[in-house]
C-alpha cells in the first residue's frame, strides 16, 4: 500500500521516514520529496508497506503524530493525477 505522509520536518530524510513507519511492519520504500530547483524538502513524501494490514495500523497509530516536533499527516495515497506538462520558455 502507498501512503501519503504530510507536514513533514524539513529536515527529515529518507531513512527517518522509513524508521518511523518499520515499527509497524516492513516498509518497502520511503521517499521524503525533494524540491527539484533549491534541493530542499517539500514537507512531504511517500511510504510504500508491503502488507496491507500494517499500513492501515501505521496510518493510524502515526495520523497526527509529534515527529520531529510537527504533527503529520498520515493517510492512504490516491493516484497520481496526470497534469499538462508546462510550458518552458
Do not use: C, H
Amino acid at each position: 500500500m502507498n501512503i501519503y505522509v504530510g507536514n513533514l520536518s524539513y529536515s527529515m530524510t529518507d531513512g527517518d521516514l522509513e524508521e518511523a513507519f518499520a515499527e509497524f511492519g516492513s516498509v518497502t520504500s520511503a521517499t521524503v520529496i525533494m524540491d527539484r530547483d533549491s534541493g530542499r524538502s517539500k514537507g512531504f513524501g511517500f511510504v510504500e508497506m508491503a502488507n496491507d494490514a500494517d499500513a492501515e495500523k501505521a496510518i493510524e497509530s502515526l495520523n497526527g503524530a509529534d515527529v520531529q516536533g510537527r504533527d503529520i499527516k498520515v493517510n492512504q495515497a490516491r493516484p497520481r493525477e496526470e497534469r499538462p506538462r508546462r510550458k518552458q520558455w
